[in-house]
T-cell receptor, first 113, second 111 residues
Framework: SQTIHQWPATLVQPVGSPLSLECTVE??????LYWYRQAAGRGLQLLFY??????ISSEVPQNLSASRPQDRQFILSSKKLLLSDSGFYLC????????????FGDGTRLSIL | GESVGLHLPTLSVQEGDNSIINCAYS??????FIWYKQESGKGPQFIID?????DKRQGQRVTVLLNKTVKHLSLQIAATQPGDSAVYFC??????????FGTGTSLTVIP
């Protein structure tokens, strides 16, 4: 069966510091991969998605970037964090076919001080 | 109990009762819908999905109904249990495998 791992679960970082959140998927190949941010009381906001190694699409202009160095690895990064980057970040994967559900990791709670 | 999607974000039901959670979607061209359950501090968990060529789909203790005429989706949970307490939200496919996710309804089960 497929599993998705996301770490760390919680992270406290000072303003201006760099960020690297990692997500890996097991049990499938060539998945679509996604990074979302979830603000309290609001729906999931898609940040980035990837349909293959090195292929990244960005949905919103922001202080973050994403990379996919391997088929089942997706990384969310920032060179200098802002206070507004605080939030709950979720990674998800889906099969590379239409009308497929997305399956989520357990998220990273990021607090910027 | 019955909620009206985004206009009533909380729903409380007695243990053993049936729960109905509603969702209104916006795009008449959406052809695929998903219900998720999210417990506090965790990622959303897939519950059930439905394609637009269906009106109803059943899973274990859950049923999803789709009314394309009024762009309405509902999730019915039979014999609600304390472990069902969570936020439930719907997702509509907008393009490719990208979705619009609702803000959700918080379900509380009273023992």
């Amino acid at each position: 069966s497929q599993t998705i791992h996301q770490w760390p679960a919680t992270l406290v970082q000072p303003v201006g510091s760099p960020l690297s959140l990692e997500c890996t998927v097991e049990g499938t190949s060539n998945p679509n991969l996604y990074w979302y941010r979830q603000a309290a009381g609001r729906g999931l906001q898609l940040l980035f998605y990837s349909v293959g190694i090195g292929q990244i699409s960005s949905e919103v202009p922001q202080n973050l970037s994403a990379s996919r160095p391997q088929d089942r690895q997706f990384i969310l990064s920032s060179k200098k964090l802002l206070l507004s980057d605080s939030g709950f970040y979720l990674c998800a994967w889906s099969q590379d076919r239409i009308n497929q559900p997305q399956h989520f990791g357990d998220g990273t709670r990021l607090s910027i001080l | 109990g019955e909620s009206v999607g985004l206009h009533l974000p909380t729903l409380s039901v007695q243990e053993g009762d049936n729960s109905i959670i509603n969702c209104a979607y916006s795009n008449s061209a959406s052809d695929y819908f998903i219900w998720y359950k999210q417990e506090s501090g965790k990622g959303p968990q897939f519950i059930i999905d439905i394609r637009s060529n269906m009106d109803k789909r059943q899973g274990q203790r859950v049923t999803v109904l789709l009314n394309k005429t009024v762009k309405h989706l509902s999730l019915q949970i039979a014999a609600t249990q304390p472990g069902d307490s969570a936020v439930y939200f719907c997702a509509e496919n907008i393009i490719g495998n990208q979705f619009y996710f609702g803000t959700g309804t918080s379900l509380t089960v009273i023992p």
